[in-house]
């Protein structure tokens, strides 16, 4: 399954950034990136399950590539595949909710935790180092 956004590795575990073009999807990868994630795709993901996973990577065509605003595409190391841990939408800080509900949204027929953040934000990559973070420990724990 071939999704619109951007995708890295934080600690091993999978972040699907969605938005729409311009929405900072690449921007916040990129800083994400610069603090010690791995990219793993911009602009197109492959979804793909196994083991009662979501595994996400790179089309081929794109794979160690990311749009940089003012750049170009820039070629950088990358994960062949990480499994998504995580999904954020990016939207305007007017839309962020103080306190959300726990939410989720399927693929491929299976649930994974999902958040909205205000991509531009100074404090969104480590609000989203928190989300991972909180979303790793939840899968951990027993049903």
Do not use: N, W
């Amino acid at each position: 399954m071939l999704v619109h956004g951007s995708c890295v590795g934080i600690d091993g575990a999978g972040v699907l950034l969605r938005a729409p073009p311009g929405g900072g999807k690449s921007d916040l990868a990129l800083r994400l990136i610069d603090e010690g994630a791995i990219l793993v795709a911009d602009d197109q993901v492959e979804l793909s399950s196994s083991a009662g996973k979501i595994f996400a990577s790179a089309p081929p065509s794109i794979k160690g590539r990311i749009e940089v605003r003012g750049i170009g595409i820039v070629t950088m190391a990358y994960a062949q595949s990480v499994a998504l841990a995580l999904v954020v939408d990016l939207v305007a800080p007017e839309q962020v909710e103080r306190m959300p509900e726990p939410a989720t949204c399927r693929y491929l027929g299976l649930a994974v935790p999902q958040i909205a953040l205000a991509p531009f934000e100074a404090s969104t990559p480590a609000k989203l180092r928190l989300a991972v973070d909180a979303a790793k420990r939840d899968s951990t724990r027993p049903s």
